[in-house]
């Protein structure tokens, strides 16, 4: 019988086919105790397993360095530094010989102790190395054992892939061309998982609780990656339902294709600039083929996560040197370093606080560690000198913080000049606006830089009071709030005022609606996720510039989200209208 589940939409599109499930390795290893003469022999096999899972671990990190590059490999660093931690060894060889204790039993008990200890801790990064540690210790009971564990690199048939959690070492061993959609039962849309699925372009569903246990290798699912569900075994009616939607999804995105290699221009002439939103520079060539004209936001922070130390002046440099010049003569606008609000790096030791997304982040902290932030900021300029870079520092509230981040820039610079390295002179510099006090002041701050980039993401959560990542009160967070719409019209006035360009790189320049809009207020570039790019473009071409100046004429009076929402839908012509409908279902 059909069984629907609700998770989160991850990455779009529609598919069905045969379930394959990875289980959770829930081994059972009995006790096993040992007599004092085989004791050397144990601590053999323990030397031996985890020699052998090195091996696997750096075989592993290479071929995900050559797929996905090093960035997305970087994840093995801190399992092999598990391997090589004497305190992790020390543990199970002292149970060895101590308790007596088979090698893999005396490792279970340790894994399990440490879980323990790890659950208990409320904190992002301890729990990504508790996944970690899980991690290297299967694959050392694997090797202990001599198990063969199946692995997606075995697939011969086209599957889904059905899993608790898809760790890197699985993405790293899956055939790409094997795997046609996830499912995971824990994750975010901003998890592993679902950056993966995109990067795919593979529909997903992530965060559906408990899919593992409902579902078995060859079960028939069906993954609706647009609207996050999930349904084992169809019915016949079901799947007829969904062969429609499918082709009407399959005609719509084969239509969105032919826009890539044309402008993002308006029927009546008006150009904007159509980037693309990145983590690492291996997505970059993606974006180009979905008509990004080039880079509108790189979120450096993924380059200090995953690992125990601070990047380098010269990796960093290599990562936005390779950037710029796969970029070429098009723009990518590199963005400073954004930790703290949910995204933590434990061993910058930055102690707790009540209120992370209001606390030390982003320019915050890099104000208050200019050591690490002016080992980034002289890797950017150098690299500037081999591509169109623009720097942006994010969550920028006040003008005195942005002089004293361009005093910090004006410093780095002189020191390149004194050491002769070259870098380029004329390098746009820009500021997100992202608080609800940079919008307001944003007259102030536009004499200050060459741009804005807008962060609605944030913007949103601070204006109305509503916090981005909790679904209880996720009703409430509402981009066409009339609040939200006057301090855009604002920063968008603002800056032209001054007379410099804006942009928006938050999720809203990457909805239908929200693109004709922004389109109306002047918005001159607009940075999107990567699938949305051409949907983006397509709704841009659909329209003219003057029929979205007088939507927003109408709106800017209008006093709720219903009204605007409500007024937008019944003013469209039909053209986009046919084109927002078929393009919400893709979100
Ligand atoms: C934003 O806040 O809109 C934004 C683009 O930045 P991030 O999502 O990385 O906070
Ligand atoms: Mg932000």
Redesign the pocket.
């Known amino acids: 019988m059909e069984n629907n589940f609700k998770g989160i939409p991850a990455s779009p599109g529609i598919i069905s086919g045969k379930a394959f499930v990875i289980d959770r390795d829930n081994f059972v290893i009995e006790k096993k105790k040992i007599i004092q003469g085989q004791i050397k022999n144990e601590l053999l096999r323990l030397n031996r397993a985890v020699v052998n899972t090195k091996r696997e671990i750096f075989e592993l990190k290479e071929r995900l360095s050559k797929e996905l590059g090093d960035s997305e490999a970087r994840i093995f660093d801190a399992h092999l530094l598990i391997l090589e931690d004497p305190v992790f060894t020390k543990d199970i060889i002292d149970k060895i010989e101590k308790e007596k204790l088979s090698a893999e039993y005396a490792l279970s008990e340790i894994l399990e102790k440490t879980a323990l200890v790890f659950e208990k801790i409320n904190d992002i990064y301890l729990k990504e190395r508790s996944a970690d540690l899980k991690d290297v210790g299967r694959r050392l009971i694997h090797n202990l054992l001599g198990y063969k564990k199946r692995t997606i690199s075995e697939l011969d048939k086209k599957v889904i892939i059905i899993a608790h959690d898809i760790s890197p070492s699985d993405t790293a061993s899956m055939k790409k061309d094997k795997v046609i959609g996830f499912a995971t039962d824990i994750g975010g849309q901003t998890s592993h998982t679902a950056i993966i699925a995109r990067s795919l372009a593979i529909p997903a569903v992530v965060g559906l609780r408990n899919i593992i246990g409902s579902v078995k290798t060859g079960d028939e699912v069906l993954i609706d990656g647009n609207q996050g569900i999930v349904i084992i075994e169809p019915s016949d009616k079901t799947l007829k339902a969904y062969q429609s939607i499918k082709k009407k999804f399959q005609v719509f995105e084969k239509e969105l294709k032919k826009v890539t290699k044309l402008p993002a221009e308006t029927q009546d002439g008006h150009s904007v600039e159509l980037v693309g939103?990145i983590e690492s520079p291996e997505e970059i060539d993606t974006v180009l083929a979905h008509g990004g004209e080039g880079i509108g936001?790189f979120?450096t922070?993924f380059l200090y996560l995953n690992r125990n130390n601070l990047p380098t002046e010269e990796e960093q440099f290599e990562v936005y040197k390779k950037a710029a010049e796969k970029v070429g003569a098009r723009p990518i606008i590199i963005?400073t370093l954004?930790i703290g609000?949910d995204?933590f790096i434990s061993y910058m030791d930055i102690s707790p606080e009540v209120n992370p997304f209001l606390g030390l982040r982003?320019i915050r902290l890099c104000l208050e560690h200019p050591e690490i932030f002016k080992v980034q900021l002289r890797a950017i300029l150098r690299a500037s000198a081999f591509g169109q870079i623009k720097i942006m520092f994010?969550?920028i509230s006040g003008l005195s913080q942005l002089k004293e981040a361009k005093r910090i820039l004006n410093e780095v610079k002189e020191g390149l000049e004194k050491d002769k390295i070259g870098y380029d002179k004329d390098m746009e510099l820009g500021v997100?606006v992202?608080t609800p006090s940079a919008a307001v002041i944003a007259d102030i701050l536009a004499k200050e830089v060459d741009f804005f980039?807008?962060?609605?993401?944030?913007?949103?959560?601070y204006t109305l009071a509503v916090e981005?990542t909790n679904e209880k009160i996720a009703y409430l967070y509402e981009p066409l709030h009339p609040a939200i719409i006057r301090l855009l019209k604002n920063i968008i006035d603002a800056g032209h005022k001054e007379g410099i360009w804006v942009g928006?790189?938050?999720?809203?320049a990457s909805i239908p609606l929200f693109v004709i809009i922004l389109l109306g207020m002047g918005l001159d570039e607009f940075?999107t996720n990567i699938v949305s790019l051409p949907l983006v473009k397509k709704i841009i071409r659909s329209t003219t510039y003057r029929d979205a100046k007088i939507l927003v004429d109408n709106i800017m009076g209008l006093s709720s989200s219903v009204e605007i929402r409500k007024y937008i839908q019944d003013n469209l012509t039909n053209v986009i209208k046919e084109e927002l409908i078929t393009g919400e279902k893709t979100k």
Not at 504 to 508: D, Q
Request: hydrophobic residues 30%; proline residues 3%; contains cysteine.
């Open positions: 939103n936001l979120r922070e963005r954004d609000g995204k982003a994010p969550m997100m992202e980039s807008i962060g609605t993401n944030d913007l949103i959560q981005r928006l790189c938050g999720e809203m940075s």
